[in-house]
């Protein structure tokens, strides 16, 4: 399931690169042979560990701020 979330512009004044952010909520594991050059690590992260992470500085890619910030309003870490 797919929740929007709304979006932002990536570099407004500078860009015209609008990006629209979705939760995706009921997911269920499947993972994929992946590409021979492809190294991909599934790491979950409670929210309040991930909400601490963001306020230190360890995440610090604004969309992954944005997303979270914005999947935090609409009550996702109560789930």
Known sequence: K?????GFYSAPGFLT????????TDLAESPLAPDPDEFVEIVRIPVDEL????????V???KTIAGVVMAL???????
């Not at 690169?17 to 995706?24: C, K, R, S, V």
């Open 51 to 58: 909400k601490a992470m963001i306020e230190c500085g360890e």
């Open 60 to 62: 610090q890619d604004a």
């Open 17 to 24: 690169e609008y990006l629209h952010l979705f939760l995706a």
């Open 2 to 6: 797919l929740v929007p979330l709304g």
């Open 73 to 79: 309003g609409t009550g996702a870490d109560q789930r």
